[in-house]
């Protein structure tokens, strides 16, 4: 069993940056796939960003590239997300999930993924 914990929301003006981070007990964290999705209000829960085993492979949502970077510390059994030139859109829940896997893979689906965080909010205002 993993338990995710996520921190580092807030608000933020439009332009700005937050750094989001999730912090896992329970396994061997450098088993998972880790990834990132959020849910804004009134839509589905849609892919952020995902980061596999050891770091060396990572996917993003189109909305978010060049913006937003996924990372992980295996040390210290962490996964951050660091968002620069917020907008607006980007205002959501954040939530991070994570899965065992055999093989340096991302995972992409929120299916595929058993273990969530409770989430944390993020306000980016105009």
């Known amino acids: 069993q993993v338990q995710l914990v996520e921190s580092g929301g807030g608000l933020v003006q439009a332009g700005g940056s937050l750094r989001l981070s999730c912090a896992a007990s329970?396994?061997?964290?450098?088993?998972?796939?880790m990834g990132w999705f959020r849910q804004a209000p009134g839509k589905e829960r849609e892919f952020v960003a995902a980061?596999?085993?050891?770091?060396?492979?990572?996917e993003y949502a189109d909305s978010v590239k060049g913006r937003f970077t996924i990372s992980r510390d295996n040390a210290k059994n962490t996964m951050y997300l660091q968002m620069n030139s917020l907008k607006p859109e980007d205002t959501a829940i954040y939530y991070c999930a994570a899965n065992f896997v055999f093989a340096q893979v991302v995972l992409k689906n929120q299916w595929q993924y058993n273990y969530w965080g409770q989430g944390t909010q993020v306000t980016v205002s105009s």
């Open positions: 329970g396994g061997t964290f450098s088993n998972v796939c």
């Open positions: 980061i596999s085993r050891n770091g060396g492979i990572t």
